[in-house]
Antibody
């Protein structure tokens, strides 16, 4: 079955960068897009962008355009999200979500990123 | 930027019907997806392409569409349905995904 396993919780100081990983299994990694979505405490879901895991083509939400990078390693079926210039407002749970057939999302378990001085 | 609008909360008694609306200008030309998120858990997709129910999702969940509004309906609500529900769709260009603000369903 499809599984997306994300890396563990992170604590960062303001101004730092964070990288979150998402390892896919149970399917052919390069056949499906990977999305990233975040959720602040008590807040709603916020889509950050998606990446074609085959070609590497990426589309970022305008809000994150200047400081987000999505990459992948096809040899390990792992997608990565890197977010720079962190502030306290970036404290959130970050989810990867496979963009499956017919637009269906399969979600990872989430990674808590805490930004605090 | 494009936005999807949902009511913040809906409350129903067990056995009643809950309806959660989602409105957006591009909805007549873009499919909508509904995700259920229970407290402390990752979201789970329940409805895709406006009306299709994901395998394993109870038949009491259904989706419908009319113009710029789509609706998630839960008939015969059960206590286990208490959760946050998010609609999701693309903007008119089809480039960007957008989520609604979420609706908290409370089962009284």
């Amino acid at each position: 079955q499809v599984q997306l396993v994300q890396s563990g919780a992170e604590v960062k100081t303001p101004g730092a960068s964070v990288r979150v990983s998402c390892k896919g299994s149970g399917y052919t990694f390069t056949r499906y897009d990977m999305n990233w979505v975040r959720q602040g405490a008590g807040q709603g879901l916020e889509w950050m962008g998606w990446m074609n895991t085959d070609t590497g083509y990426r589309v970022y939400a305008q809000k994150f355009q200047d400081r987000v990078t999505m990459t992948r390693d096809t040899s390990t079926s792992t997608a990565y999200l890197e977010l720079n210039s962190l502030t306290s407002e970036d404290t959130a749970i970050y989810y990867c979500a496979r963009g499956g057939d017919e637009g269906k999302f399969d979600w990872g378990q989430g990674t808590l990123v805490t930004v605090s001085s | 930027s494009y936005a999807l609008t949902q009511p913040p909360s809906v409350s129903v008694s067990p056995g009643q019907t809950a309806r959660i609306a989602c409105s957006g200008d591009a909805l007549p030309k873009q499919y909508t997806y509904w995700h259920q998120q229970k407290s402390g858990q990752a979201p789970v997709l329940v409805i895709f392409k406006d009306t299709e129910r994901l395998s394993g999702i109870p038949e009491r969940f259904s989706g419908s569409s009319s113009g710029t509004t789509v609706t998630l309906t839960i008939e015969g609500v059960q206590a286990e349905d208490e959760a946050d529900y998010y609609c999701q769709s693309r903007d008119s260009s089809g480039t960007y995904w957008v989520f609604g603000g979420g609706t908290k369903l409370t089962v009284l």
